[in-house]
């Protein structure tokens, strides 16, 4: 067990619904990541958080995609007009990284059990 | 564009044997490398590796960095049935961006 909690597991859902998921990451972590995981793929970093500022997202990200961690705790991924190359997993990890000058070694991601979504 | 390579893609072996996986990194201000163990669920961290040389070694897995030849090593001995999964390589690019590879599947036969 991780710490990292994420809520749904699963989620099946029509094309042009919203979706959104949530992130709970362990406790003491400043940082909160999202990714998105396909199969037979590694996952792709989509966006991170520190505290609760989006501090970079990536080009995966289009506008449908928003992201949220409003007091620097749990955090949401909203999907908007769902389509079917949305199926994937999506992974929340979180990590402790030390202000400037903190060393690299702090900062190893723990991942939750991910929501696999399913875009019918 | 940065990128983080393994090898084999995936592998079949026998309980016992001994298994080498393989990750290369061209990655721009690298600053350190992780390995992950992915069964049917999230990944799960096994080590991380910033120095070149220092071997990391937890019970019959071990790891090795080489930041000249940016590559490192993962080495599971004794392998056992339940150390079929997918092994991640992940380089941390500066302060945030993580680069995956696609990930060595290995499955150990009884």
């Known amino acids: 067990d991780t710490g990292v909690s994420q809520d749904p597991r699963h989620k099946i859902t029509k094309r042009g619904q919203n979706v959104t998921f949530r992130c709970d990451p362990i406790s003491e972590h400043n940082r909160l990541y999202w990714y998105r995981q396909t199969l037979g793929q590694g996952p792709e970093f989509l966006t991170y958080f520190q505290n609760e500022a989006q501090l970079e997202k990536s080009r995966l990200l289009s506008d449908r995609f928003s992201a949220e961690r409003p007091k620097g705790s749990f955090s949401t991924l909203e999907i908007q007009r769902t389509e079917q190359g949305d199926s994937a997993m999506y992974l929340c990890a979180s990590s402790l990284w030390l202000s400037a000058g903190g060393s690299p070694s702090t900062d190893t991601q723990y991942f939750g059990p991910g929501t696999r979504l399913t875009v019918l | ?110």
């Open chain 2, 1 to 110: 564009e940065d990128k983080v390579v393994q090898s084999p893609l995936s592998l079949v072996v026998h309980e016992g044997d001994t298994v080498t996986l393989n990750c290369s990194y061209e990655v721009t201000n690298f600053r350190s490398l992780l390995w992950y163990k992915q069964e049917k669920k999230a990944p799960t961290f096994l080590f991380m590796l910033t120095s070149s040389g220092i071997e990391k070694k937890s019970g019959r897995l071990s790891s090795i960095l080489d930041k000249k030849e940016l590559f490192s090593i993962l080495n599971i001995t004794a392998t056992q049935t339940g150390d079929s999964a997918v092994y991640l390589c992940a380089v941390l690019s500066g302060t945030y961006k993580y680069i995956f590879g696609t990930g060595t599947r290995l499955k150990v036969l009884a």
